[in-house]
């Protein structure tokens, strides 16, 4: 995972292809994922964590105000 604007790991929201990997990819070893990417996988890990515990009949603990 990088702050840095790449194009190393494909999809996402703004759908990275392979053809776009060239655009800006950066590293010479493991691909990562960009601060979009980045972001976008813990909101989806988020939502499936939530649904995982409430098909448990676990309540979900709300945010304090």
């Not at 790449?6 to 950066?26: F, K, M, N, P």
């Not at 976008?40 to 890990?45: D, H, N, R, S, T």
Request: contains cysteine; aromatic residues 4%.
């Amino acid at each position: 995972m990088t702050g840095k604007n790449v194009t190393e790991c494909t999809g996402g929201a703004r759908a990275i292809s392979d053809t776009d990997l060239q655009d800006r990819y950066h590293t010479h070893c493991d691909p990562r994922l960009n601060a979009e990417q980045a972001l976008e996988m813990a909101f989806l890990v988020a939502e499936l964590l939530k649904k995982a515990k409430l098909a448990k009949g676990r309540p979900m603990v709300e945010a304090a105000e």
